[in-house]
């Protein structure tokens, strides 16, 4: 798969890093750690690489729908990325049960998607935000209220102790990011939104050895995971997908695109 767009970024400082400027916002540059060790190293500075060249900033901001944002945890464990994942309490009003990754509804005090992604994984698992180095925004999604969900991505220290809110929060769990590439056990679905949009849903299930349990994940989240693997692997998953691998940035954009379209031709069908 070829990258579009190969922007070489210099350094900056990094949360992991004592002393610089720890995961301020706009300050996700490479990481200067000689603390670090290489392999480490050049896992996150790779990933930080073909982040950058995805990122939407604030692209669509403007657009006239609710706003939503989670966070796309990494972190490093034995040289590998892995994802931070979470259950939702089955006291939620909303997908009880279901995993997802830290998040929720944008509030008026937000300054943008970044802000209500680290607010929410606060208020959710414990993270602070100055333990995220934010690396960038990637293509929005739109979940079935019509909610403009913003995947924000962040390096978090492997050594993050999880403090679970419990009227949101029943578990935390982390999986190989190449698992949303090379799945064990992997299912796919079609399924038409009510804007009549289909679309290919991804269903994983993942053999967590630490929890000694199975995690279901799929729709909204499993789509995120397997977009940000592609974008950081920059290989053909096991699995079809709904983008040209060559194409990756563009293909992602008409996506999301064509997805909006339907959902504003419904609203205005429906004034
Ligand atoms: C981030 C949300 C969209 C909003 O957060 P909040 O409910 O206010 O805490 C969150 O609801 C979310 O991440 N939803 C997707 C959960 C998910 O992926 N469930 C699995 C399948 S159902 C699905 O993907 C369709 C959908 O929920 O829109
Ligand atoms: N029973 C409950 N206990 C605590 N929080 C709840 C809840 N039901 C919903 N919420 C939270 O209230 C917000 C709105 O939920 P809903 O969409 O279901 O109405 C969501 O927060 P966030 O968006 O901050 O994550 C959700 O997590
Ligand atoms: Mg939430």
Redesign the pocket.
């Given at each position: 798969m070829a990258a579009e767009r190969d922007e070489e970024p210099g350094p900056g400082p990094c949360c992991l890093c004592p002393g610089t400027a720890a995961g301020k916002r706009g300050m996700a540059g490479g990481c200067r750690c000689s603390a670090l060790p290489a392999p480490r190293q050049g896992v996150m500075e790779e990933a930080r690489r073909r982040l950058r060249q995805f990122d939407v900033g604030d692209k669509f901001s403007r657009l006239p729908l609710p706003r939503?944002?989670?966070l796309l945890p990494l972190m490093v464990r034995g040289d590998r990325l892995h994802l931070l994942l979470t259950v939702?309490s089955m006291q939620?009003r909303?997908?009880p049960g279901?995993?997802?990754?830290p998040?929720?509804?944008s509030e008026a005090t937000d300054k943008d998607d970044v802000d209500t992604a680290l607010r929410?994984a606060k208020e959710e698992v414990g993270l602070q935000p100055e333990k995220v180095e934010v690396i960038c925004r990637l293509m929005p999604g739109i979940?079935?209220?019509n909610?403009l969900?913003t995947p924000v991505v962040g390096f978090i220290e492997d050594t993050f102790q999880v403090t679970p809110n419990p009227d949101?929060v029943s578990e935390v769990f982390v999986v190989p990011l190449e698992y949303f590439v090379k799945p064990l056990n992997y299912k796919t679905f079609s399924y038409k939104t009510t804007s009549g949009y289909l679309t290919r849903i991804h269903c994983f299930t993942y053999d967590d050895q630490e929890h000694k349990r199975s995690f279901k994940i799929?729709?909204?989240?499993?789509?995120f995971a397997v977009f940000l693997a592609l974008v950081i692997f920059g290989e053909r998953p096991a699995f079809e997908v709904d983008y040209d691998l060559d194409n990756l940035i563009s293909s992602s954009e008409d996506n999301f695109i064509n997805l909006y379209a339907s959902i504003y031709e419904r609203k205005k069908s429906n004034l």
């Open positions: 939503a944002a989670v939702r939620l909303r997908s279901e995993v997802c990754f998040g929720g509804k929410e979940d079935k209220m909610n969900v949101e799929w729709g909204l989240t499993a789509h």
